[in-house]
């Protein structure tokens, strides 16, 4: 099987990875969980978030915080523990959106009651709603663009088919549609960022103001991204 290095970009977001320290501890978690369980557990702590939310912010924040460590937990453990896969690769990407998509419905619904409530909000409220809007129809044409549904189920049942180093990922036509690059992970950082921004101050004008620009710029970054894996699909 072909294989292929990281590039710069993402081999500097890894670089916390070779700490041996940490290296021996990635080991330890990856033999009491998968990397798959670990992207599994994105979605119920996105949704404990947005519920823990409904009693306090802090709390909330605190819990979708939690949540997206998972985002680079799953991937590291999957390196250290040399069972990189194409299957969760894709369980890697479904996961974080889904994991974003639920705190982002949340939050629009919040704010649009907001608009209602409170109309000076309004130009603060309108920022984030739009922004939070585009970077969730980003996610869901960077998801599509890895594979029909039938394409993408297919994947996530089939067996393991890990790669033999943990600096290295299975490679292929259809690995290349679904692994993520730099801007996707750089989309990643800057949308979960914006999200526990507005997550901890809800109501705060240029919190929401910020956010909502931060959003809006993950989902530039989301289209590049989606951009680019098509052009090294296609081999160009």
Not at 29 to 55: C, E, H
Not at 210 to 227: P, R, V
């Amino acid at each position: 099987m072909a294989m292929q290095a990281p590039s710069v970009g993402t081999s500097f977001l890894r670089s916390w990875e070779r700490i041996p320290l940490i290296q021996k501890g990635l080991r330890v978690v990856g033999s009491v969980l998968s990397a798959k369980s670990i992207s599994l557990s994105r979605v119920p702590l996105s949704a404990a978030a947005v519920i823990l939310d409904q009693m306090s912010h802090t709390a909330g924040a605190v819990t979708y915080a939690v949540s997206c460590t998972t985002d680079a937990l799953d991937g590291a453990v999957a390196r250290a523990t040399n069972t990189v896969s194409k299957s969760g690769m894709l369980y890697d990407t479904l996961c974080d959106k889904l994991g974003n998509l639920i705190p982002l419905t949340y939050q629009i619904a919040l704010k649009i009651q907001l608009l209602l409530s409170q109309p000076d909000t309004t130009g603060a409220a309108g920022v984030f709603i739009a922004g939070a809007a585009s970077s969730m129809a980003c996610n869901v044409v960077s998801q599509a663009q890895r594979g029909a549904p039938r394409e993408q189920f297919r994947t996530l049942t089939e067996g393991e088919d890990p790669s033999d180093g943990a600096e290295h990922m299975p490679q292929g036509e259809n690995v290349r549609k679904i692994q993520a690059n730099i801007w996707g992970k750089s989309k990643q950082i800057i949308e979960c960022l914006s999200l526990l921004a507005v997550m901890g101050k809800p109501d705060n004008p240029v919190v929401m103001t910020t956010a909502g620009i931060g959003l809006f710029l993950s989902s530039l970054l989301t289209l590049k991204g989606t951009c680019e894996r098509a052009r090294v699909a296609e081999g160009h």
